[in-house]
């Protein structure tokens, strides 16, 4: 489904839309090209056909259930990044853990704001009222881009990220909606 069209720093235009089982493939190359540079994610080794079949068909679930958001952006038919958000269940359900990710060719665009953008419009609509994230500390980048967009520090996490080179802190941020 198509949520929105915008244009990058570049004036390319970006069609942001939902994802479906046609994206499968793609999906596949994006997460394992982040994975192959290395990125900040949580990802830490490529994924196969299958198992992001079995990720999507969950997602796609958990979207019409309304627990899950997952945003594509588009240029030209290439996954430029991607966004989502995780609501809370219970006394959390206000509560949603958001993630970012973006393309390497297509970074410093603005392609992280416009996701994170139209998923808080979407988190908004679905009763969420704050936004959490974790974020490496060397993603520098990221953690400038979440400022802008109104996430504070609330907390570090020690040693709750294994990097391959062995542990490395997570920072926690949030953000209130409303």
């Not at 192959?36 to 990720?55: F, M, P, Q, R, T």
């Not at 009763?127 to 967009?149: C, D, E, H, Q, S």
């Amino acid at each position: 489904m198509i949520l929105g069209k915008a244009r990058d720093k570049r004036g390319n235009p970006v069609l942001l839309r939902t994802p479906s089982m046609k994206d499968l493939h793609r999906l596949v190359g994006y997460m394992n090209s982040l994975v192959e540079e290395n990125a900040n994610i949580l990802l830490g080794k490529k994924i196969s056909v299958k198992d992001e079949k079995s990720w999507l068909t969950d997602i796609i679930k958990r979207m019409k259930q309304g627990t899950y958001f997952y945003i594509i952006a588009d240029v030209d038919g290439e996954i430029a990044g991607t966004a989502n958000f995780a609501k809370g269940v219970h006394r959390q359900s206000h509560v949603a853990g958001f993630g970012v990710s973006v393309n390497k060719k297509f970074r410093k665009l603005g392609i992280g704001s416009l996701l994170a953008k139209e998923v808080f419009k979407h988190a908004r609509r679905s009763g969420v009222r704050i936004i959490t994230l974790g974020v490496f500390p060397r993603n520098t980048v990221a953690i400038k881009m979440y400022r802008k967009l109104g996430f504070k520090k609330y907390g570090l996490l020690p040693h709750s990220i294994r990097d391959g080179r062995g542990y490395t802190d997570e920072i926690l941020m949030c953000r209130r909606l409303c």
